[in-house]
C-alpha cells in the first residue's frame, strides 16, 4: 500500500558489555585515551608555541595536534559504536584492530616530516583502508570493492612517490619542511612535475572526478568503516596540499588550476548526488562534492579553510553515516511524494535567500576580515556562504514546517552556522604554520564563480533533468565497478 511503512522486529540489541571480545574494549578504551591526550598536545601547543621536532623525522606543529584531535575523536566515536554494530561478527577482533591501526597510522602521517616517512605511511593507511572495505571476506563484492580501492591508493602512493622525489633531488632537502623552506627557489619541469603529481595523489584520495570510482564502489564496507573514510580518509588529500602549500603557491597558474579542479568536482558531485537512489550513494556523491570545494579552498590560497571545511564537513558526514538506518524511509513511492531533485525555488524564497546570504557574507568578513577587498578572499567568502547557505536550505527543506515558517528558519539556521564556520576558521588559522595566500582575482576567476551559480541554479531549478543524455551519462559515471555490486540478499550474509 502507498505511503505504507514497515516496523518489522528482529530481536532485541546486543549487551555490548557483555558480548564485546576484550580486544575491542581494550583498543576502544585506548583510543579514548588517545584523544584526552590529543587534547592535552594542543592546549600544550597553544600555550607553548611549536613545532616540536626529533631529529629530521617527526615535525609536531599546530595542523599535526590539530588533526590528532579530530582524528582520535572520529575514531573513538567508530570504536563505540562497533562494538554493536559488529557485535557477534566472525570479524569483530579484526575489524577493530584494522580501524585502530588506521588511527595510528593516520596519527603518524600528520607529524611526519621525513619525506621517505611520509610516504610509507601514506601508503599504510591506503592499504589499511582498502582492508576496512573488504572487512567480509565471504564477500565477493567487498573483496572486488577493496581490490577497486587497493588500485587506487597504490596509483596515490606511486604518483606521491614521484612528487618527493622530484623535490628531493631539486632541493636536496630530506623533510617536507624543509622542502616547504627552499620552496621559493623552486621552479621550472621539476617543479610542475611535482605540483602535478601532488595535485593528482589528493585528487585520488579525496575521491575527487575522475578519480571517484573507488569512493562509490566501497558501499560494501562496513557503515563505521564508511563514516571513517568519508569523515577522515578522504580528507588526506586537503592535508596534503596544506603540508606542501609552499610549493603549490610558488605560481598562481597551478593555484587556479586547483579552484578549476576543485570547481569541476563540486559541480559534478552534485549531479552525481541527483541521479543516486540509495541513501549511501547520495552521501557518497555529496563527499565528491564537498572535497572539490575544500580544494577550491586550498586554490585560493586559503590552506586554512580547507582545513575548516574538512573538520566541519567530517563531523556531519560521520553523523550523516552512523545515522543513516534513520533515513531509510520503507515506503513506496506515490504522486505526494516529494521530487528530490530540481525543486524549483520560489520568488520569495530566492529573495530571502539573496538577502539572508548577503548578511551572512556581512558577518564573515567581519568576523574573519575576508572578502572586504577585491581579491581570492572575495571569492572564498563567496563560496563559503554559498555552500553554508545551501546546507541550511536542505535541512530547512527536509522539515515539516509549512512554507511560510521555512523563511524564517532559513537565516535563523544559516546564520549561527556561517558565524560558527568563521569562528573556527579563525582558530584553525592561527594554529596552522601555513600563511594565507591571497592572489588577485582575474578573469578566469570570474569566469569559475559564474560558471559555477549558473550550473548550480540549473540543477537547483532541474534544468538538467530535461535532458536524457545528461541524465544517462550521470547515471553511467556514477555507477560502482560491477564486480561490486550487490543484487540479492544472500549476498549480504557473511555466515
Do not use: C
Request: glycine share 10%.
Amino acid at each position: 500500500m502507498s505511503g505504507r511503512t514497515s516496523r518489522t522486529t528482529v530481536g532485541s540489541l546486543p549487551d555490548t558489555t557483555a558480548d564485546t571480545p576484550l580486544v575491542a574494549v581494550a583498543l576502544t578504551w585506548l583510543v579514548w585515551s588517545l584523544f584526552a591526550a590529543s587534547i592535552a598536545a594542543l592546549l600544550a601547543h597553544v600555550r607553548l608555541g611549536g613545532p616540536w621536532e626529533f631529529a629530521g623525522v617527526v615535525a609536531v606543529d599546530g595542523l599535526t595536534v590539530l588533526m590528532w584531535v579530530v582524528v582520535t575523536f572520529f575514531s573513538g566515536i567508530v570504536h563505540s559504536y562497533s562494538r554493536r554494530y559488529m557485535a557477534g561478527s566472525a570479524h569483530e577482533t579484526t575489524f577493530f584492530a584494522t580501524v585502530f591501526a588506521f588511527t595510528l597510522v593516520v596519527l603518524g602521517l600528520v607529524a611526519a616530516d621525513h619525506v621517505a616517512l611520509f610516504v610509507v605511511l601514506w601508503l599504510a593507511m591506503g592499504l589499511l583502508m582498502a582492508e576496512l572495505v573488504g572487512t567480509v571476506d565471504g564477500w565477493p563484492q567487498a573483496q572486488a570493492a577493496a581490490s577497486v580501492a587497493r588500485r587506487y591508493f597504490l596509483a596515490s602512493t606511486a604518483l606521491l612517490g614521484v612528487a618527493l622525489a622530484t623535490l628531493w633531488s631539486t632541493t636536496g632537502a630530506t623533510t617536507v619542511s624543509g622542502i616547504g623552506a627552499v620552496a621559493d627557489s623552486l621552479g621550472g619541469l621539476p617543479w610542475l612535475v611535482a605540483v602535478g603529481a601532488l595535485v593528482l595523489a589528493a585528487m585520488i584520495q579525496s575521491a575527487l572526478v575522475p578519480f571517484h570510482g573507488w569512493l562509490l564502489s566501497s558501499m560494501t564496507a562496513p557503515t563505521p568503516a564508511s563514516a571513517l573514510m568519508h569523515a577522515g580518509f578522504v580528507n588526506a588529500g586537503g592535508i596534503l596540499l596544506t603540508r606542501f602549500a609552499p610549493v603549490l603557491s610558488v605560481d598562481a597558474t597551478a593555484m587556479l588550476a586547483v579552484v578549476a579542479v576543485g570547481g569541476a568536482s563540486a559541480i559534478a558531485g552534485k549531479l552525481l548526488k541527483s541521479v543516486q537512489t540509495d541513501v549511501k550513494g547520495k552521501l557518497g556523491s555529496s563527499t565528491v562534492g564537498q572535497m572539490g570545494f575544500m580544494l577550491m579552498q586550498a586554490g585560493l590560497g586559503f590552506f586554512g579553510a580547507a582545513i575548516t571545511h574538512l573538520v566541519l564537513h567530517g563531523f556531519y558526514k560521520a553523523y550523516q553515516f552512523l545515522s543513516v538506518g534513520e533515513q531509510v524511509e520503507r515506503t513506496t513511492p506515490s504522486d505526494r511524494t516529494e521530487h528530490t531533485i530540481g525543486r524549483v525555488t520560489t520568488v520569495p524564497g530566492a529573495v530571502v535567500a539573496a538577502l539572508t546570504g548577503l548578511a551572512g557574507g556581512a558577518v564573515f568578513a567581519a568576523l574573519t576580515g575576508k572578502g572586504t577587498a577585491v581579491d581570492s578572499g572575495l571569492l572564498l567568502t563567496f563560496f563559503v556562504v554559498f555552500t553554508t547557505l545551501h546546507a541550511a536550505r536542505s535541512a530547512v527543506a527536509h522539515t515539516s514546517l509549512p512554507t511560510t515558517a521555512r523563511y524564517a528558519a532559513v537565516p535563523l539556521v544559516f546564520l549561527p552556522a556561517i558565524t560558527v564556520y568563521a569562528v573556527v576558521y579563525e582558530a584553525i588559522s592561527g594554529l596552522l604554520a601555513v600563511g594565507t595566500v591571497t592572489t588577485d582575482l582575474t578573469v578566469i576567476h570570474g569566469v569559475i564563480a559564474v560558471g559555477f551559480v549558473a550550473i548550480y541554479l540549473g540543477i537547483e531549478t532541474g534544468v538538467h533533468e530535461r535532458s536524457r543524455r545528461l541524465y544517462v551519462a550521470l547515471l553511467n559515471a556514477s555507477q560502482p565497478s560491477s564486480d561490486t555490486l550487490l543484487t540479492t540478499t544472500e549476498d549480504y550474509n557473511e555466515y
